[in-house]
């Protein structure tokens, strides 16, 4: 087993070509670098160097063996500073689940981006779920952060609320609701609302359930879709009405126009979830990313 140790000093030397400024270099005395040397060229069973009393140049076999040396030792040291940052928490792996209509919001580009940005080295996995999922899936270890808008009802999940986000009602731009600057869930209950499926586990599903019970208005289902972007194709194909968060005006879809609610209480939480008790340091940095940009929004 080569001696990294010795490899060092053969590359110093090989650097300066000369035994008294590697010495130096080293922090050593000259005799105990030349035997070092020595004892890596019997290990090695050639010669490394050609000495004399005026000049050390490399021989053929340390030329070649040089690159191979020099490479060790750059892994090595790559490795070192990887260990240094997992053990500071700033390099490793974290793995994000999300809602899809949380995907459209800035907060969520934002942080990823600024996260991103701030480390690096971290190998970042994005998953998207219907929040029923996320909560179980931080519960018992798939995801160390869910972003969601369905509150946990399990002990060991933690959520953090980080927003509340205005529901807007999605219409189809050939509807007579089209033509008003504002909307009502009465006036919307005359049509098919388009939800997730009700097994989906859909956060979204369970603030507008409350809202309209809330309101005493009847919920009048219309068709389903899996994700936001279906069921905008579906409100634009005219199958139905939605309410969906603000976020989701990015969708730029000629066939559906977005109004506000004359209710004013309707929104939908933003929430982050993380185990309830021990939270990594990259859980830590990612909390804190995330909730300095929610405070600056």
Same mark, same amino acid.
């Given at each position: 087993?080569?001696?990294?140790?010795?490899? /060092?000093?053969?590359?110093?030397?090989?650097?300066?070509?000369?035994?008294?400024?590697?010495?130096?270099?080293?922090?050593?005395?000259?005799?105990?670098?030349?035997?070092?040397?020595?004892?890596?060229?019997?290990?090695?069973?050639?010669?490394?160097?050609?000495?004399?009393?005026?000049?050390?140049?490399?021989?053929?076999?340390?030329?070649?063996?040089?690159?191979?040396?020099?490479?060790?030792?750059?892994?090595?040291?790559?490795?070192?500073?990887?260990?240094?940052?997992?053990?500071?928490?700033?390099?490793?792996?974290?793995?994000?689940?999300?809602?899809?209509?949380?995907?459209?919001?800035?907060?969520? +580009?934002?942080?990823?981006? +600024?996260?991103?940005?701030?480390?690096?080295?971290?190998?970042?996995?994005?998953?998207? +779920?219907?929040?029923?999922?996320?909560?179980?899936?931080?519960?018992?270890?798939?995801?160390?952060?869910?972003?969601? /808008?369905?509150?946990?009802?399990?002990?060991?999940?933690?959520?953090?609320?980080?927003?509340?986000?205005?529901?807007?009602?999605?219409?189809?731009?050939?509807?007579?609701?089209?033509?008003?600057?504002?909307?009502?869930?009465?006036?919307?209950?005359?049509?098919?609302?388009?939800?997730?499926?009700?097994?989906?586990?859909?956060?979204?599903?369970?603030?507008?359930?409350?809202?309209?019970?809330?309101?005493?208005?009847?919920?009048?289902?219309?068709?389903?879709?899996?994700?936001?972007?279906?069921?905008?194709?579906?409100?634009?194909?005219?199958?139905?009405?939605?309410?969906?968060?603000?976020?989701?005006?990015?969708?730029?879809?000629?066939?559906?126009?977005?109004?506000?609610?004359?209710?004013?209480?309707?929104?939908?939480?933003?929430?982050?979830?993380?185990?309830?008790?021990?939270?990594?340091?990259?859980?830590?940095?990612?909390?804190?990313?995330?909730?300095?940009?929610?405070?600056?929004?």
């Amino acid at each position: 087993m080569l001696d990294l140790r010795k490899l /060092r000093y053969f590359l110093t030397v090989a650097e300066e070509l000369h035994f008294g400024r590697a010495a130096i270099r080293l922090h050593l005395a000259q005799p105990p670098l030349t035997r070092q040397i020595s004892a890596l060229e019997a290990q090695l069973g050639f010669k490394l160097f050609d000495r004399t009393s005026r000049t050390v140049t490399l021989t053929a076999q340390g030329r070649s063996f040089l690159p191979y040396a020099r490479g060790v030792l750059e892994q090595v040291d790559l490795a070192q500073a990887i260990a240094d940052k997992l053990a500071a928490g700033s390099a490793g792996q974290l793995s994000v689940g999300y809602a899809s209509s949380i995907a459209l919001s800035d907060l969520f +580009s934002q942080a990823i981006q +600024s996260f991103a940005r701030q480390f690096p080295d971290v190998q970042l996995t994005l998953v998207e +779920s219907a929040s029923g999922s996320l909560c179980a899936q931080v519960a018992d270890g798939r995801l160390d952060i869910g972003l969601s /808008r369905m509150v946990p009802q399990r002990p060991e999940v933690q959520a953090l609320s980080l927003a509340e986000e205005r529901l807007l009602a999605a219409v189809s731009k050939d509807s007579p609701l089209a033509t008003l600057a504002e909307v009502s869930l009465a006036q919307l209950s005359a049509y098919p609302l388009i939800l997730f499926p009700t097994d989906y586990g859909s956060g979204l599903n369970q603030s507008i359930e409350q809202l309209y019970r809330h309101h005493g208005v009847r919920l009048h289902l219309g068709p389903t879709g899996r994700q936001i972007t279906s069921i905008i194709a579906l409100v634009a194909a005219g199958q139905g009405v939605a309410l969906v968060p603000e976020c989701t005006q990015s969708l730029m879809n000629k066939g559906v126009t977005y109004r506000p609610l004359v209710e004013g209480d309707a929104y939908a939480q933003l929430l982050v979830l993380t185990p309830a008790e021990t939270k990594s340091v990259l859980v830590e940095a990612f909390l804190s990313v995330i909730a300095g940009i929610s405070h600056n929004r």
